[in-house]
Nanobody, 115 residues
Framework: QVQLVESGGGLVQAGGSLRLSCVVLGIPFSIRAIGWYRQAPGKQRELVAGINSGGSTNYADSVKGRFTISRDNAKNTVYLQMNSLKVEDTAVYYC?????????WGQGTQVTVSP
């Protein structure tokens, strides 16, 4: 059974930075494409960044140039470095597989960006 544990969220002023971490347990992590998703109040969950097993990445247009996704296979962990944060980045952030049916979602980590 896959377990996803997100952490690193918090309250930050606009223009600030945060680094999120996602530990993925219960699967052969290194072969999986992983994505960071977010869900703002009243909105659908959206994919903001993804990283394949080989390290190639992709980003939503709204975060391109500001967010960087990376992975450490030795630690079964995916990171999301978020810079130049905007109020509209406020959401609960989750990780999950990027391709195929989603695993059970973790608790997510709240990111709140104040003006």
């Amino acid at each position: 059974q896959v377990q996803l544990v997100e952490s690193g969220g918090g309250l930050v002023q606009a223009g600030g930075s945060l680094r999120l971490s996602c530990v993925v347990l219960g699967i052969p992590f290194s072969i999986r494409a992983i994505g960071w998703y977010r869900q703002a109040p009243g909105k659908q969950r959206e994919l903001v960044a993804g990283i394949n097993s080989g390290g190639s990445t992709n980003y939503a247009d709204s975060v391109k140039g500001r967010f960087t996704i990376s992975r450490d296979n030795a630690k079964n962990t995916v990171y999301l470095q978020m810079n130049s944060l905007k109020v509209e980045d406020t959401a609960v952030y989750y990780c999950n597989r990027k391709i195929g049916p989603a695993w059970d979602w973790g608790q997510g980590t709240q990111v709140t960006v104040s003006p």
